[in-house]
């Protein structure tokens, strides 16, 4: 800025440069540099695994003195004694203990953030692991599996079957990327995206009906014939079977369950070998088995269950995971059309786009 001056007795305008003040500004958040570089941070995490900087230098393919240095200007910038000089090498402080759990989580999300980057707006592909409860296993791995082949040759897909309480596990430690399951996942840990909701029934032999129901039309069951006829269904802690206890406590009710058998196809089985009544919903009987030989009966009041497609908040989504989750999305929607299933799509099912 320039300012005009005049002073007195002289006669010709003077111009005097007039010096901008200095303004001390807060920074802003975003143009602060990270308290924390990757790199130092990369030498203090391998000198904590391997113990001495002779063995981290030697992971890393540095010098010992680089690896020191790294390490001590990681220090400098916290302002804190990471780890000390032992006889048996190097002895991590209490601050070095928590830097050294907290920094390997840092450093993968730093590594699957790089890869999320590289493979957006590239074609899907990779590996993409998905744990399906037994229902859903039933009717939906084999469609699943083939359209992913179909449409996205260079995607490998993995799928697994275990319980609703399992895939939450296996989605959590990061060994999965997707799950289905039926019940609510902690929602400060999990995306879940509603699937499906579908309607329980009571499952019995076409030859061996409960007594009454042979005469009623439509075939209807109470809640305390689930106390009166053996019963056979999932053990502790399965998803289903906790759904099920839900239903018989808000209706004053102890289940007559005299077998417990963790595998849908056998439960179907021994209904309808007349071994046992189960409760199974209308999916369970689109897959191969004998279920021409069962009749499916409702019950008053309904059971219903909610399925969710989940995925841990904290995983970034790959452009291939996106990409099997919008095919679970469709393929759900198109099954429960083509089999004519006793379930509802829910509302909220569209296409998951990346974060």
């Excluded at 001495?52 to 790294?70: C, D, F, I, K």
């Excluded at 449409?151 to 997707?178: T, V």
């Excluded at 209706?251 to 007559?256: D, E, G, V």
Aim: one cysteine or more; hydrophobic letters at 45%; charged letters at 20%.
């Amino acid at each position: 800025m320039v300012a005009h001056l005049y002073r007195r007795g002289v006669s010709r305008l003077r111009v005097v440069p007039v010096k901008r003040r200095r303004v001390n500004r807060m920074p802003d958040s975003d143009s602060i540099p990270p308290a924390i570089e990757l790199w130092p941070l990369l030498n203090f995490v391998m000198l904590a695994e391997h113990g001495s900087l002779s063995a981290a230098a030697s992971a890393l393919g540095l010098t010992q003195p680089s690896v020191s240095e790294n390490v001590a200007k990681l220090e400098r910038r916290l302002q804190v004694q990471l780890a000390t000089r032992g006889p048996r090498g190097a002895v991590l402080t209490e601050a070095g203990r928590m830097l050294a759990t907290r920094g390997k989580d840092l450093i993968s999300q730093a590594n699957s953030l790089a890869e999320a980057v590289r493979e957006f707006g590239a074609d899907p592909s990779g590996r993409v692991t998905v744990g399906l409860p037994p229902s859903l296993n039933v009717f939906l791995s084999v469609p699943l599996a083939e359209t992913i082949h179909a449409e996205f040759p260079n995607l490998r897909l993995h799928i697994a079957e275990a319980s609703s309480g399992h895939i939450l596990d296996w989605l959590e430690s990061e060994k999965y990327d997707l799950g289905c399951i039926f019940e609510q996942a902690n929602p400060s840990t999990f995306e879940a995206v509603p699937l499906m909701s579908e309607e329980i029934f009571f499952a019995a032999a076409t030859d061996d009906l409960p007594a009454g129901a042979e005469a009623s039309s439509p075939r209807v069951v109470t809640p305390q014939l689930l106390s009166q006829v053996p019963l056979v269904l999932p053990s502790h802690p399965h998803g289903f079977r906790r759904i099920v206890e839900r239903y018989a406590r808000a209706n004053n009710i102890s289940l007559n369950v005299v077998l417990e058998i963790d595998s849908l196809p056998q439960i179907v089985e021994m209904a309808s070998r007349a071994s046992a009544y189960a409760l199974i919903p209308h999916s369970a009987l689109t897959g191969p088995g004998p279920s021409g030989d069962l009749t499916l009966m409702r019950l008053e009041p309904p059971l219903h269950r909610t399925g969710y497609l989940v995925r841990k908040r904290a995983k970034l989504a790959s452009n291939s995971t996106v990409a099997v989750q919008n095919v679970i999305l469709r393929i759900i929607k198109e099954l429960m059309e083509r089999h004519k299933l006793t379930a509802g799509i829910v509302p909220q099912v569209g296409a998951v786009r990346r974060e």
